[in-house]
């Protein structure tokens, strides 16, 4: 049978999607966790309008990195514990590739519910008008870099017994600039202010990761097999 | 260090037993064959190849089947022998080649059961059930007789006969007679002579 690289590459995202979103997936995890922890705050700082929608960009970015967080400790870990991280290593299309396969399976499974609820939030949290627009864009362009970022740490992380908290202290640190462009993008369309640069700031941090993210991982992964 | 001065080959047709007691390096061996594991020196060629760590050749050359048994418990076993199939190859499987693999091993009325009903057996049946599905001329197995009873040892056997009659090869790292031909090698000869000094102690 001759070998389709295509093939394997969407085959991996179809796998990972659906492993993510049977029993025991974090893709319905991490959406429920990004719903419930957002509307935590409007119970902690109170109800004005003015207050929550001054820190409204701020908290449904910070806690939907920390929704993509809390998902990312089972990216490989299963595949390790269960064998199948012997199998991904022994695909033709290489662990680079696979890794890449694995890091957009986590983003369309796991973070684009996140994006397509954030309007929602945005509601609760009375975030102004003009800003949905750019609050949903910077999202799309800025989470890729959370599951990209992520992956590298995952994978450094995957042998490790309860990795999860070492996987936050490795991670965290390097999501701050893309919090960064991202709150100010949404936080200048708020404001009336041209959003451009700080957007085209945010979908640099993405392709920075791109480059690297894929490539970093398989060689943390080849560490985990020995 | 495993093991040293190890020195082995294997031709079309041919089948190879890695002996010796646990911890000698026989699943070790294995895994360096697979590359998985880096060796600290010497090669690995396959034909004319220099055989690399991650080569494209080297994964479509063979099928490896180490203790875990790689199967999503959420998947029934004809999904995850199918996601096996798109991830070695990137096609699915007929499902008539399915089903012929699944009567080896006596697995076919499980095929549309989740793994994760299975015992611990049926697993690592399903787990064996990758030899039947995939063409590739190497097969690496890692104690593939644990648990197996007589009817199915008997299975594995003729299996693995099949194999090597098309000129296919097979390393298989055991302790039980499987009941197929081949040489042997015993981890204990090439075990490191080689001891730390007084000085890095």
Not at chain 1, 59 to 76: G, N
């Amino acid at each position: 049978m001759s070998t389709s690289l295509s093939g394997i590459f969407f085959g991996v995202i179809k796998r990972d999607i659906r492993l993510a979103w049977s029993q025991g997936g974090t893709g319905t995890m991490a959406l429920s966790f990004f719903l419930i922890a957002v509307t935590l705050f409007p119970f902690g700082v109170g109800p004005e309008p003015q207050v929550l929608a001054r820190i409204a960009p701020g908290v449904i970015w910070v806690v939907a990195l920390l929704a993509c967080l809390i998902s990312l400790d089972r990216l490989y870990q299963a595949d390790f514990e269960d064998g199948s991280l012997d199998d991904l290593a022994l695909s033709p299309l290489g662990l680079t590739g696979v890794a890449a396969a694995k890091i957009a399976a986590h983003w369309i499974s796991t973070v684009l519910p996140l994006v397509v609820a954030s309007p929602l939030l945005g509601i609760l949290m009375n975030l102004p008008e003009e800003a949905y627009g750019t609050m949903v864009f910077s999202l799309l362009l800025g989470t890729p870099a959370l599951s990209l970022i992520g992956s590298m740490g995952a994978a450094l992380t995957v042998s490790v017994r309860r990795g999860g908290v070492l996987l936050s202290l490795l991670v965290l640190p390097l999501y701050v600039p893309t919090l960064i462009f991202a709150v100010g993008a949404v936080d200048a369309s708020a404001g009336h202010v041209d959003a451009s640069q700080p957007l085209a700031l945010l979908g640099a941090s993405s392709l920075l990761a791109l480059a690297i993210g894929p490539f970093v991982s398989a060689q943390a992964l080849r560490l985990s097999l020995e | 260090m495993v093991f040293e001065k190890l020195f082995f080959e294997v031709n079309p047709g041919e089948l190879l037993f890695l002996r010796g007691r646990n911890g000698s390096g026989k699943s070790t061996l294995l895994r360096v064959v697979a590359g998985f594991l880096p060796v600290r020196a010497g090669t690995l060629t396959y034909g004319e190849e220099a055989w690399g760590r991650g080569d494209a050749a080297l994964s479509e050359a063979l099928v490896y089947a180490g203790h875990d048994n790689a199967l999503k418990p959420v998947l029934t076993l004809r999904e995850n022998l199918q996601e096996l199939s798109r991830l070695m190859t990137g096609g699915l499987l007929a499902e008539n080649r399915i089903a012929e693999a699944a009567e080896i091993f006596n697995l076919g009325r499980l095929l549309d059961q989740p793994v994760r009903y299975f015992s611990s057996g049926q697993r690592h049946r399903s787990n064996l059930m990758r030899f039947a599905c995939l063409d590739r001329p190497l097969w690496l197995m890692d104690e593939p007789t644990v648990g197996l009873d007589a009817e199915n040892r008997q299975a594995l056997a003729s299996l693995m006969k099949n194999h090597l009659a098309a000129g296919g090869m097979i390393l298989a790292a055991t302790h039980d007679p499987i009941g197929a031909e081949g040489r042997e090698i015993d981890m204990r000869d090439f075990q490191p002579t080689a001891t730390l000094g007084e000085e890095w102690l």
